[in-house]
């Protein structure tokens, strides 16, 4: 099977951002992590700080019921809102769902989260990988990248359950089910080495 995508779930931590970084320089593919926040905020002419607060956030109820009668109310008045007062979650997704499926038309790209595995699930020419790591490998990891002083393990519970509660709430599917991925693979402490073996199962190394 030649691969024309490959999308990149992981724990937060695990250093998937790096791999998924890693593979797509190594094959010339687009990356679309960070990248996919500018096309979204490009999109809906909104600040990319709007789009980054809303990434794999999934908004309380109270908030999406205020912001619907929000919405409700203004059109019935006529009046116009401001963009960033209009986009949520559910524009967000839409946009999301679109850019992602303009990729898979391109081609030739890797893709960091975002639902990514459930949109493209139809796709039999998209490789789907999961990437974990030891609780012990993300908190050393994560105390370079956090800000001194914050509570690591709680940071990764709740980023964890953000994502999966994301995935659940927008696709119906389970974070950890292994029937979203053609490959399960834990990160270890080699990032790199990680990176060659899904570009193995990919069949993209010479």
Not at 73 to 87: S, T
Not at 165 to 175: A, Q, S, T, V
Request: hydrophobic share 45%; aromatic share 6%; proline share 2%.
């Amino acid at each position: 099977m030649d691969f024309r995508l490959l999308t990149v779930s992981r724990e937060f931590g695990s250093g998937g951002g790096r791999i998924a970084q890693s593979i797509a320089q190594r094959l010339n593919w687009k990356l679309l992590d960070a990248a996919l926040i500018d096309e979204i905020a490009c999109a809906a002419h909104v600040d990319a700080r709007v789009v980054s607060r809303l990434d794999e956030h999934v908004d309380g109820w109270l908030r999406r019921l205020n912001r619907q009668a929000l919405r409700g109310a203004a059109l019935a008045a006529g009046v116009a809102l401001q963009q960033e007062r209009c986009f949520d979650e559910d524009v967000m997704t839409q946009l999301t769902r679109q850019i992602i499926d303009r990729a898979y038309v391109a081609g030739n790209c890797v893709i960091v989260g975002r639902g990514a595995q459930c949109i493209l699930q139809p796709r039999a020419d998209v490789f789907h990988v999961f990437v974990y790591a030891p609780l012990r490998v993300r908190i050393q990891r994560l105390r370079t990248r956090l800000e001194p002083g914050a509570h690591i393990e709680q940071r990764i519970r709740e980023v964890d359950a953000g994502r999966a509660h994301y995935l659940k709430l927008r696709f119906g599917k389970e974070w950890h089910n292994p029937h979203l991925y053609d490959l399960m693979i834990s990160s270890g402490e080699d990032e790199e080495r990680t990176a060659r073996v899904i570009e193995f199962a990919m069949g993209r190394v010479a």
